[in-house]
């Protein structure tokens, strides 16, 4: 094997691979997109125009259409119990499936109308639940990458060539640029200079994670080529 120096730059290129490894694992997560045609589209449709009737639900459907609100748009803003936004999407006025406000609306384009999670039924229920878990899930996945950051360039700094770290801790490997691999398993004279290891226990490094995150981020990227 070549002996390849620890650099900045090395120490940034591994770095910045496992950011990329963290963008990736979060992207399936990241679709929670209100798709027109969907079954939580049109319940989330239904729930925001009766939303406006509220204070004369009997009234609706009711009126003259040139006594309602028929807006281009409406701007949804859905809100917890402690009134944190939690959601903001758009509800779309089609000819196919025409939205008919309350006539408090009726001078508005692009009226602003706020939900709350707890009036949501059926499939929009559904879909905020399913939106919660991912963004759960996503805080997850950023804090785990983000303490294997910090772990690896810890790590990094005890040393001063890839080929003690990769000796110490051989799951370095996968976060390593290819072209530092190349140089790497590059056939090289043996160098006489010997370099004190360092104790991953010590720095808290927890290299099954290590080696799962780095496993997890080739699978979602084989199937998003796929």
């Not at 209100?34 to 009766?50: K, S």
């Not at 809100?79 to 025409?98: G, K, L």
């Not at 384009?109 to 706020?114: A, H, I, M």
């Amino acid at each position: 094997m070549a002996y390849v120096r620890k650099t900045d730059t090395l120490v940034h290129d591994i770095a910045e691979r496992v950011d990329e490894m963290s963008l990736a694992a979060q992207k399936p997560h990241q679709s929670d997109k209100l798709e027109i045609g969907t079954n939580e589209y049109t319940d989330m449709r239904n729930i925001v125009v009766a939303k406006t009737w509220e204070d004369a639900p009997e009234l609706q459907g009711k009126l003259p259409d040139d006594w309602c609100g028929t807006p281009t748009r409406v701007d949804v803003h859905l809100r917890n119990s402690r009134e944190d936004r939690v959601a903001h999407f758009y509800i779309e006025n089609t000819t196919a499936n025409p939205i008919r406000l309350s006539p408090e609306f009726r001078n508005s384009s692009y009226p602003d109308v706020t939900v709350y999670v707890d009036e949501l039924t059926g499939a929009a229920k559904t879909w905020i639940d399913s939106a919660a878990g991912k963004k759960e899930k996503l805080r997850e996945i950023k804090e785990q990458f983000k303490n294997l950051r910090h772990q690896l360039v810890a790590f990094m700094q005890q040393h001063a060539s890839l080929n003690t770290m990769i000796t110490e801790m051989p799951e370095l490997e996968m976060y390593v640029p290819d072209k530092y691999m190349q140089k790497y398993r590059a056939k090289s004279a043996p160098r006489a200079k010997v370099e004190r290891p360092t104790n991953v226990e010590d720095l808290n490094i927890d290299v099954d994670a290590l080696a799962a995150a780095a496993i997890t981020h080739r699978m979602v990227t084989a199937s998003s080529s796929s």
